[in-house]
């Protein structure tokens, strides 16, 4: 398993976006390679095949799933069904993903940020936050850019506590990241739940964030809205073949994130060598809640040849990159002299985890 080639015109080290190093695996380039040669027709807009395919590795049917250009453009199209205009609100958690604030705006409806505790969803905020306006609750399972994860019994509970007509979106983009038995899989554990709906992508894990296409997994009614809403043929031939053979090459493809896995413990045990505190991570991110050292720490990972996504005041986040891009970070981490006093700050004042 190798770094993808990296152009010279590209600059800096990009570790603010979440997109992953590695190539596509070899099969998918090859389909990809094979698609260009159909690039006159037009793709499938039903994406038929690529649902029958979703639904046998799911064990769902078809008809409760929906394909979309990326996990993204699905949220953004059950908001637009579900909770369009002024009377409508949606609750996240906050900080959270910065495009749900986003769509929900784009939407005319009204967001409800609920601030995280001990930087994790806190789901009784969030429940308690929940009006007779509330159309939609989203969870983002893995949470953007934390890292953390909402265990399978307290996100029962937390579901079992809204109300039925208010759907429930669980963002799963980074699940394939998170291990144990508390991983994520909203799919198998609420899945029968009318009034929930799961979105994932192949931006992330499966390295396809530049073909653009996610999935929902939702009852039949919920689905098939989000299927009329979708822009025909927004989601290419190639895109959609190329996620059917990721999934095919699920071996390959595990190897790949358990790499990943690898580089990304030795990102943190490297950040807190040098005097960081960081939270564990179930994603291919690494968060820094560095306070007001957040814009020194981006600005010397800028001048080491490496862009972080920051938060001013808050923190920054890290995607596991190429393996040299993470030996620079830690050597940046390691000479700024505010982190040792930082960590000491951060360790006397954080709740217990």
């Known amino acids: 398993m190798t770094d993808s080639p990296r152009s010279q015109s ?37 994406c038929t095949e690529l649902r029958a395919v979703l639904g046998r590795e799911l064990r769902v049917p078809a008809e409760r799933v929906a394909v ?9 199209d059950l908001l637009a069904e579900y909770a369009t205009g002024p009377d409508g609100e949606v609750v996240f958690a906050w900080r959270c993903y910065e495009g749900y604030r986003a769509a929900v705006r784009l939407v005319g409806a009204v967001p409800v940020p609920v601030p995280l505790r001990a930087d994790r969803h806190d789901l009784a905020a969030m429940a308690g936050a929940v009006t007779e306006r509330t159309r939609l609750v989203v969870v983002c399972n893995p949470n953007n850019p934390t890292g953390t994860v909402v ?17 429930v979106v669980v963002d799963e983009a980074y699940r394939d990241f998170a291990a144990g038995p508390d991983a994520p899989d909203a799919v198998g554990t609420e899945g029968h739940r009318p009034n929930v709906v799961v979105v994932r992508t192949f931006s992330k894990a499966y390295g396809l964030a530049g073909l653009r296409v996610g999935y929902a997994v939702a009852h039949e009614p919920v689905a098939a809205a989000l299927r009329a809403r979708a822009l025909p043929y927004a989601v290419s031939a190639a895109a959609q073949r190329a996620a059917m053979v990721s999934l095919r090459e699920r071996e390959a493809l595990d190897r790949r994130v358990a790499g990943l896995v690898r580089r990304r413990t030795l990102l943190v045990d ?84």
């Open 270 to 353: 490297g950040l807190r060598a040098a005097g960081l505190r960081v939270l564990d991570s179930h994603t291919n991110f690494v968060w820094l809640g560095l306070g007001e050292h957040t814009g020194a720490f981006a600005d010397a990972c800028r001048e080491a040849g490496v862009r972080v996504k920051a938060f001013p005041g808050e923190g920054a986040r890290i995607t596991v990159g190429e393996q040299e891009a993470v030996e620079r970070v830690i050597a940046v981490a390691s000479r700024l002299p505010h982190t040792s006093a930082h960590r000491a700050t951060a360790d006397a004042h954080s709740p217990e985890r």
């Open 10 to 46: 590209t600059g800096p080290y990009d570790l603010a976006a979440n997109e992953s190093p590695f190539a596509p695996l070899p099969g998918v380039l090859e389909a990809v390679r094979d698609m260009s040669l159909e690039l006159n027709r037009y793709p499938d807009p039903a």
């Open 151 to 167: 265990g399978r019994t307290e996100l029962a509970r937390f579901i079992d506590g809204v109300p039925e007509h208010v759907l």
């Open 68 to 76: 979309g250009a990326g996990s993204v453009a699905l949220i953004r």
